[in-house]
């Protein structure tokens, strides 16, 4: 996650965040099982705003009194990302934790600490918990290590634990001998985070250690108001009228990322296409990801769909308050920009709200593109606040990301 201050608002303020992860798992299978991570942010620009498929064989590790069941967590909006609840230990112990898509390894704040951020929440106490139990690794504990462009990080070591999440059948969705981190040296995250769930679809993410019966299924729908769910399982399958679906890809450079291929944006009606440009790809060229807030594209394709916004609003160029080269205008309405089309393989046109793709600043005045220009070699994404009230739902069995419109706001309430 990578934070930079900025004044930019939706309703009171907001954070920007950025978590896109690339780890790197090294599997040690000799008598016990041992793992070491290190993992590194790959986009350069993450920001925030207040300003701040691999499939193991784990079905044994779910209870078998839950076969039939779905599992579901609460989930809240905080600022610029969407935090899940979950338990961790025996007895069980609430966190929440960012969701994150883009990463691996669920990890949270443990003790004793090394060097903690403040956190509001208490922090987990493993020796407190009858189920905790260090990976070990040639005799000794597995560390693991994150590391982001920002110097955001947790360090810590591996073990298993019991993750507790609701159920459709009104039980408990017990998880036994999960692995997670247990982190004791974690700095520059906001005190309202415990940690970070993993839900890409590397072997050891949260959604893949649900194993056999929970195939790669999840949805959820983001909005910037109240609370929502996050589902898995039979549970988690979008679909019905006005769904659209978009092939997901994975590809073998950087395993676990859920890869789209994006084929054009339109601003208003100017559609500028990928085809003929460096962004062009057949198997994948942008990464969705729930725990980065803008959309990135790499510079050359990025300042093409500017300059058609650029062409559209008539209003008077603002500084940017981020420092980060956004394209901001002076205006008191969002009703002066364009609507943009993401257009996905297949046919999938996504017309996005005007909230989705332009930010107001702090103290009102000035409007931003919430798309960033970054650099050829680092990923484009499509962050979670162009996904605001979509139901997205992924299916890594049939290889699908579905969207269908929807208040999300609304939905849970």
């Not at 966190?95 to 003790?111: F, N, P, V």
């Not at 092939?247 to 789209?260: D, E, R, S």
């Not at 990135?296 to 420092?323: I, K, M, W």
Request: charged letters at 10%; a negative charge.
């Amino acid at each position: 996650m990578k934070n930079i201050a900025l004044c930019l608002k939706t309703q009171k303020y907001y954070s920007i965040a950025m978590s896109l992860a690339t780890t790197i798992i090294v599997l040690f299978l000799q008598i016990s099982l041992c793992f070491l991570f290190t993992t590194t942010a790959s986009p350069p620009h993450g920001f925030t705003m207040d300003l701040i498929h691999r499939r193991s064989n784990a079905s044994s590790r779910v209870s078998n009194t839950q076969s039939g069941s779905s599992p579901y967590a609460n989930t809240v909006f905080d600022n610029s990302v969407y935090l899940m609840k979950l338990q961790v230990g025996t007895p069980p112990f609430e966190i929440q934790a960012i969701i994150d898509t883009g990463s691996e390894i669920t990890w949270t704040q443990c003790l004793p600490c090394v060097h903690c951020y403040e956190q509001n929440a208490p922090i987990f106490d493993p020796s407190k918990s009858s189920t905790f139990k260090e990976k070990r690794c040639d005799g000794h504990s597995c560390p693991y290590e994150v590391d982001y462009f920002d110097h955001t990080y947790t360090m810590g070591t591996l073990a298993t634990e019991t993750i507790t999440l609701h159920s459709t059948s009104g039980e408990p969705f017990v998880m036994p001998e999960t692995i997670i981190g247990c982190g004791h040296n974690n700095s520059w995250f906001k005190p309202s985070f415990s940690g970070m769930v993993g839900l890409n679809w590397g072997p050891s993410s949260l959604i893949t250690q649900m194993g056999g019966e929970y195939p790669g299924l999840m949805s959820y729908c983001f909005s910037g108001q109240g609370t929502s769910k996050i589902n898995f399982g039979a549970n988690a399958i979008v679909a019905g009228d006005g769904v659209v679906s978009t092939t997901m890809f994975m590809t073998t450079a950087k395993p676990g990322f859920y890869y789209l291929n994006l084929d054009a944006v339109s601003v208003g009606n100017t559609r500028i296409e990928t085809m003929g440009t460096t962004f062009h790809a057949l198997e994948g060229n942008i990464v969705i990801d729930s725990g980065t807030t803008l959309t990135y594209f790499p510079v050359s394709y990025c300042n093409l769909v500017r300059q058609a916004v650029e062409h559209v609003v008539t209003a008077v160029r603002a500084a940017d308050p981020t420092g980060n080269d956004m394209l901001c205008y002076n205006s008191d309405t969002i009703d002066i920009f364009p609507v943009i089309t993401m257009h996905f393989s297949g046919g999938v046109d996504l017309v996005l709200d005007k909230y989705n793709m332009y930010m107001e600043s702090n103290n009102g005045g000035v409007f931003c593109l919430a798309i960033i220009c970054n650099s050829p070699t680092q990923e484009a994404i499509f962050g979670n606040r162009a996904q605001n009230n979509f139901l997205v739902g992924y299916d890594s069995s049939s290889l699908l990301v579905s969207f269908s419109p929807t208040n999300c706001s609304a939905l849970w309430n």
